[in-house]
């Protein structure tokens, strides 16, 4: 008999990169916002994440807006991964927009317009409407099909049930033709909008849980409904206030949400829109979900930039500012000044200051256990002894770069755990700050435009320019 053979199957579910944070899922904190030691991929930071989860809590009961925090310490603390842990504790209901200090001067646009824009990106606008709908369980689907193509349009039959009542509707050939693309069938539960005829699949009734022997992970179960067929529903849109700008900014129309090329939007677009929203909070069609922009490296603003977010945040509908630097008394850009983070003073005294320390050695290699995880790497016990050594010694991030460089040094000599030697390798490979600036120093003499001057290379120098 010949033997069969399987080949194997790879879940392709998962198509994102691994980046830099993809395994932070949250801040870690219980529900009286105390920072467990590990959870959620985050690490270490117990008083930062604390007060980020405070942060984040007066953001989901909207008792703040319009203010600024500013995450401060060294390279390589966690600043990122405590405003990504932010975003993720947030949910996908309240906007969280990105920006990196350094992204305003190649847009083509002026910064304080850039500003304005992350700004709207961060404000929420939730409104709600009401529309009739017809939800039910599929009892059956008839479509009656011409005999001759082309003779006539499908017609057919819809019969619709709930716990208390069942309909027969007919069918035109648009409502057929929905039906077939949403592949709605027997025991599947839907609602469809009467103003627009949209269908959408609520999931498959319990009573039909058994109708198949297997079922993907996707297939989602729903009680049959209750009352009448047709109910009024609140139906609730989360658009944010640049897309509602884009939108109703005629030089661009909506399609530049898809194309990102949005241009200058005019101040009076803005006012009409907000007087317009402030129309319908009012008669409590809306409400204004304030949400979170994040600013990375914020010494990279100008003075310029500094006075447009001073009287940003006294606006009416600011979302709470969370900043980030990681550097120290430095020189404001745009100004011979020089002030703490290279932020200006009167900005400076806005900020609620959450600061982030080293990571200790045990943290170094919880979060080196981590990283193994989320790229799918085994290594052994000494080895990882030896990689957090390396964090120790180096740096966080040079150690986590060694990770998948050691997984490749391992796969080359066929193995399936990384070892020491695997480690020792690319670390010999690879030089970290330190040992390439010691390099530098050695023989700076054979660099180009060296500007760190010793004896002898100073006579060099000397004697090249007289020459």
């Not at 949250?26 to 467990?36: N, Y």
Request: aromatic content about 6%; hydrophobic content about 40%; overall charge negative.
């Amino acid at each position: 008999m010949a033997e069969v053979k399987i080949s194997e199957m790879r879940d392709l579910t998962r198509i994102e990169r691994i980046g830099a944070h993809s395994h932070i899922r949250g801040l870690g904190l219980d529900s009286s916002l105390e920072p467990r030691l590990s959870s959620e991929g985050m690490v270490g930071q117990t008083s930062a994440r604390k007060a980020a989860g405070v942060i984040v809590k007066m953001v989901q009961e909207g008792k703040i807006a319009g203010r600024a925090v500013l995450l401060a310490g060294q390279p390589g603390t966690g600043k990122t991964a405590i405003a990504m842990g932010m975003a993720k504790s947030l949910g996908q209901e309240t906007p969280f927009a990105m920006l990196a200090g350094s992204e305003l001067y190649s847009l083509e646009m002026s910064k304080t317009e850039a500003l304005m824009q992350a700004f709207r990106k961060a404000i929420g606008v939730r409104i709600k409407e009401e529309a009739e709908v017809i939800e039910g369980e599929v009892v059956e689907v008839q479509i009656d099909r011409p005999a001759v193509a082309g003779a006539a349009s499908k017609t057919g039959k819809l019969t619709l049930k709930t716990t208390d009542m069942e309909t027969v509707y007919d069918l035109g050939g648009k409502m057929i033709e929905a039906l077939g693309k949403e592949k709605v069938q027997s025991g599947d539960v839907i609602a469809i909008d009467k103003a627009s005829g949209k269908i959408t699949k609520l999931g498959r009734s319990f009573s039909r849980s058994r109708d198949y022997d297997a079922m993907g992970p996707q297939t989602k179960f729903v009680q049959c409904p209750e009352g009448e067929l047709q109910k009024r529903k609140e139906i609730v849109h989360c658009v944010t206030l640049h897309e509602i700008d884009v939108i109703n900014s005629r030089t661009q129309g909506f399609l530049a949400l898809f194309t990102g090329d949005t241009g200058e939007i005019r101040a009076e677009v803005r006012e009409q829109i907000d007087t317009k929203v402030a129309e319908w909070r009012e008669e409590g069609k809306a409400e204004i979900v304030p949400g979170v922009l994040f600013i990375d490296e914020v010494h990279m603003l100008d003075i310029e930039c500094f006075s447009f977010l001073n009287r940003a945040l006294e606006n009416d509908m600011a979302p709470i500012l969370v900043v980030a630097t990681n550097r120290g008394i430095t020189t404001i850009r745009g100004t011979n000044y020089k002030s703490p983070h290279g932020i200006p003073i009167d900005f400076l005294d806005r900020l609620l200051i959450i600061s982030t320390q080293p990571y200790k050695e045990e943290e170094i290699r919880k979060i080196l256990d981590i990283r193994c995880q989320e790229e799918d790497v085994e290594m052994s016990e000494d080895a990882k002894i030896l990689l957090t050594k390396i964090g120790v010694n180096t740096s966080l991030r040079y150690a986590i770069h060694l990770i998948t460089s050691a997984a490749l040094a391992c796969q080359k000599r066929k193995g399936k755990i990384v070892e020491v030697d695997d480690v020792t390798r690319v670390y010999n490979l690879f030089y970290d700050v330190k040992r390439s600036t010691q390099y530098l120093m050695e023989y700076q003499s054979q660099y180009m435009f060296n500007e760190v001057p010793t004896g002898d290379a100073e006579e060099d120098d000397t004697t090249a320019m007289v020459s």
